[in-house]
C-alpha cells in the first residue's frame, strides 16, 4: 500500500506564498517522476509542476519564475514553493508520483487527496 499525504494549502493574499509539502510512504521500491497538477472549479486537471528522480524540472508556464518544485535527499518528498501567488492560481492541488512497489517490477502512478489553494485579490 501506498500514500501520498499533502499539506501546507491554504488561503492567502494576492502577492502572498504558500509552500507544499507531499510524503510519500508505504512500501515503496522506488520513485520516479514526482509533481503537483492542479484542478480549478469546472476545468480539467492541469500540471503545475513535475521532477524526475535525476533532478530534471517541468514547469507550466503560467508558473514559470513563481513557483519551485524541490525533492528532499530521500527522493520521498516534493515540495512546492509558490511565490506571487495570483487570484488564478486558485486550485485543489495534488500530488503525483510514479512509484514501483516491492510487490511489482511496474511503475505506477499513484495521487495525494488534494490539498486546497485560494488567492484572494
Known amino acids: 500500500q501506498v500514500q501520498l499525504v499533502e499539506s501546507g494549502g491554504g488561503l492567502v493574499q494576492a502577492g502572498g506564498s504558500l509552500r507544499l509539502s507531499c510524503a510519500a510512504s508505504g512500501s515503496i521500491f522506488s520513485i520516479n517522476h514526482m509533481g503537483w497538477y492542479r484542478q480549478a472549479p469546472g476545468k480539467q486537471r492541469d500540471v503545475v509542476a513535475t521532477i524526475t528522480s535525476g533532478g530534471t524540472i517541468n514547469y507550466a508556464d503560467s508558473v514559470k519564475g513563481r513557483f519551485t518544485i524541490s525533492r528532499d535527499n530521500t527522493g520521498n518528498t516534493v515540495q512546492l514553493q509558490m511565490s506571487s501567488l495570483k487570484p488564478e492560481d486558485t486550485a485543489v492541488y495534488y500530488c503525483?508520483?510514479?512509484?514501483?512497489?516491492?510487490?511489482?517490477?511496474?511503475?505506477?502512478?499513484?495521487w495525494g487527496q488534494g490539498t486546497q489553494v485560494t488567492v484572494s485579490s
Open positions: 503525483t508520483a510514479y512509484i514501483r512497489t516491492y510487490h511489482y517490477t511496474n511503475y505506477s502512478q499513484y
